[in-house]
Structure formats: C-alpha cells, structure tokens
Nanobody
Framework: QVQLVESGGGLVQPGGSLRLSCAASGIIFGNSVGGWYRQAPGKERDMVATITSDGRLNYADSVKGRFTMSRDNAKNTVYLQMNSLKPEDTAVYYC?????????WGKGTLVTVSS
C-alpha cells in the first residue's frame, strides 16, 4: 500500500519561507517521478515542480527562481523549499508519485501566505 505523507505547511507572511516534506512508503521515489502540485480555492490542481528518477527537475514558470525541489533517497522523501512566498502561492500543496502509469497522492498540506 502506497502512502505519501506531507508536512511543513502553515501560515507565513509575504516574503517568507517554508519547506514542505513528503515521506513515502510502499513506493520508491528514486524509481518514480516525484512531484508537488497545488490547488487554490476554486481553481484546478496545477503542477508546481517535478523530479524524475534520474534527478531532472521541472518547475512551473510562476515558481521558478523561488522554489526548489529536492529528494533524499536514503529517507525516501521529497522536499519543496519555498522562498519569497507571495499571497498567490496560497493553496493546498499535494505530493505526487508517478510510477508505471499510476499516480499516487498525499492528502495535502495547506500553505497560507498572508500578512
């Protein structure tokens, strides 16, 4: 059984930073495509960042230069370092693992950027 558990969300002021973590069990991030997605109220779920099994990174244009995704194979965990946060980054952030045509999702963690 695959489980993805996110942590690290919360309330932060504009310009602040947060680091999200996603720990996996039942699947190996190093053998799959890991990703972070987000869904703002009333909007669709959008890709934020992905990392392939060989470490290639891809970012949404809206977060390039501010967010950094990484992976710790020993901990089977992916991270999303978010800097220079803006109110428009407010959303539920979901961890994703894609393996052999199947998507697995975490339950999400809420990030609120507000003064």
């Amino acid at each position: 059984q695959v489980q993805l558990v996110e942590s690290g969300g919360g309330l932060v002021q504009p310009g602040g930073s947060l680091r999200l973590s996603c720990a996996a069990s039942g699947i190996i991030f190093g053998n799959s495509v890991g990703g972070w997605y987000r869904q703002a109220p009333g909007k669709e779920r959008d890709m934020v960042a992905t990392i392939t099994s060989d470490g290639r990174l891809n970012y949404a244009d809206s977060v390039k230069g501010r967010f950094t995704m990484s992976r710790d194979n020993a901990k089977n965990t992916v991270y999303l370092q978010m800097n220079s946060l803006k109110p428009e980054d407010t959303a539920v952030y979901y961890c994703n693992a894609h393996f052999i045509f199947t998507d697995y999702w975490g339950k999400g963690t809420l990030v609120t950027v507000s003064s």
